[in-house]
């Protein structure tokens, strides 16, 4: 069973920038399409995008595209979401995920969901 693990999170200035990691044991992290998502007081989860574990072909959502980019290291079995020119907006506790192979789970729900596995999330407060 693939485990995830998120760290990075706290208090960023707005325009600033952040990198979130997601450690994953348990299965080699070159199988698995990761991805991100976002959930903000009040509101429902929203998707950041994922990133195939067999080809890197790449879905961003349109509310963060050319904010966000999604990388992984296969070979440290952990992958990061970085995102700049923060607003207040992006205040949410981030949730990274995984499924095996392509991201058809995170496609087929809409960037709402649809992957197979979870960390526990890591809070993001922008604020000045």
């Known amino acids: 069973q693939l485990q995830l693990v998120e760290s990075g999170g706290g208090l960023v200035q707005p325009g600033g920038s952040l990198q979130l990691s997601c450690a994953a044991s348990?299965?080699?992290?070159?199988?698995?399409?990761v991805g991100w998502f976002r959930q903000a007081p009040g509101k429902e989860r929203e998707g950041a995008g994922c990133?195939?574990?067999?080809?890197?072909?790449?879905f961003y959502e349109d509310s963060v595209k050319g904010r966000v980019t999604i990388s992984r290291d296969n070979a440290n079995n952990t992958f990061y979401l970085e995102m700049n020119n923060l607003k207040p907006e992006d205040t949410a506790v981030y949730y990274c995920?995984?499924?095996?192979?392509?991201?058809?789970?995170?496609?087929?729900?809409?960037?709402?969901?649809?992957?197979?596995?979870w960390g526990k999330g890591t809070l993001v407060t922008v604020s000045s």
């Open positions: 348990g299965w080699p992290l070159q199988y698995y399409a």
């Open positions: 995920a995984a499924e095996f192979y392509r991201c058809s789970g995170y496609v087929s729900a809409a960037g709402r969901g649809g992957m197979d596995y």
């Open positions: 990133v195939s574990g067999v080809d890197d072909n790449t």
